[in-house]
């Protein structure tokens, strides 16, 4: 095996601010501790995390990185004591705390999944942020079945998109909300059934035509604020409702009679902040339900643009401005 060396290039936040903030720096290469592997990185995806971190609004949790980046793709070039170096030459992808945006990155072996046969790098990094969020989300707090409608806010997004296609392969209708004509017709080439395009109609109306009155089981929401009371008022009796992000405001005003008498229930998560023992069970329940998906081919993220490392800025100014449709990632 080649020798490793001892500093990597990684990108910085310098301060919080603008994505002008983010520089490259030498770091000395991280050394994989019990349970841990030493990936070095293919990818790694850029998420919303990613720049609210940067911004100096969501600081990492203690014992992580402080570099940014919740996902990689990469081969095992060391590992800790108690894991089996065998897989050392292996390709996998990694649910991460932080440090993505490096050459090097640590991961706990126990949320790493191995990348199939004929599956391109990029595309690897960009499925565990956004996978392991919607699962958890719609199916395990949202309860979403078969046959059942939901509501997703931000349908081009990663997260939108992914959810379209996730809930497609487990027998959901899939609503969505995008901000013109343009991203419906995307949304709905990915596999949504109905895309409301928010800037000219109300989606909850729309909700309401295309459910026939009823309103969805399941809004997957991604706004906040204003949008919780208008969210209510799309679902139906015992409908819920999952918060996964507050880019609309983090208070809303709602109306707690209306919950009481048509039974909703609310609730809504973050994935980085969970202990590593949930993480690793999220990572089996994935592994068993969704990553035969993966290996047959079924399942892939949507891929929009990918950019080298030297110029996460770039993807940062690039993702706040919008124009992206599903994925964007880092080649390191």
């Given at each position: 095996m080649a020798q490793l060396p001892d500093h990597m290039t990684a990108i910085e936040i310098s301060t919080p601010g603008g994505p002008e903030v983010l520089v490259a720096s030498r770091r000395p290469l991280p050394v994989p501790d019990v349970g841990e592997v030493l990936l070095k990185v293919?990818?790694?995806?850029?998420?919303?995390?990613?720049?609210?971190?940067?911004?100096?609004?969501?600081?990492?949790?203690?014992?992580?990185?402080?570099?940014?980046?919740?996902?990689?793709?990469?081969?095992?070039?060391?590992?800790?004591?108690?894991?089996?170096?065998?897989?050392?030459?292996?390709?996998?992808?990694?649910?991460?705390?932080?440090?993505?945006?490096?050459?090097?990155?640590?991961?706990?072996?126990?949320?790493c999944l191995p990348v199939p046969a004929g599956m391109e790098m990029a595309a690897a990094a960009a499925l565990p942020e956004t996978l392991f969020t919607v699962w958890h989300n719609v199916f395990e707090r949202g309860y979403a079945t078969p046959g059942e409608t939901i509501l997703i806010h931000g349908g081009t997004s990663g997260i939108g998109t992914m959810a379209i296609k996730l809930g497609k392969l487990f027998g959901l209708t899939v609503i969505v909300t995008c901000g013109s004509d343009d991203k419906c017709a995307v949304a709905e080439k990915i596999g949504a059934d109905h895309a409301i395009n928010y800037n000219d109609s109300d989606f909850v109306e729309r909700v309401k035509a295309l459910t026939n009155g009823e309103g969805v089981h399941l809004v997957l929401d991604m706004v906040a604020g204003s949008y919780v009371s208008r969210n209510l008022q799309c679902l139906r009796e015992d409908g819920r409702h999952v918060t996964i992000a507050v880019q609309g405001g983090m208070t809303a005003e709602i109306n707690m009679a209306y919950v009481m008498s048509r039974r909703l229930t609310l609730t809504g998560s973050t994935l980085r902040p969970r202990t590593a023992t949930f993480k690793a069970m999220l990572t089996q329940e994935i592994s068993a339900n969704v990553w035969p998906l993966v290996c047959d081919g079924a399942l892939r993220p949507e891929m929009d643009k990918v950019f080298p490392l030297a110029e996460a800025a770039a993807a940062h100014a690039y993702m706040e401005s919008g124009a992206h449709v599903g994925k964007i990632t880092l080649a390191v």
């Open positions: 293919a990818y790694a995806g850029v998420n919303r995390p990613d720049v609210i971190q940067r911004k100096g609004l969501y600081p990492a949790p203690p014992g992580a990185s402080d570099l940014p980046g919740l996902e990689v793709s990469g081969i095992v070039v060391a590992v800790g004591d108690d894991v089996d170096p065998t897989i050392i030459g292996a390709r996998y992808c990694a649910l991460v705390s932080g440090g993505g945006y490096a050459e090097y990155c640590l991961a706990r072996l126990d949320v």
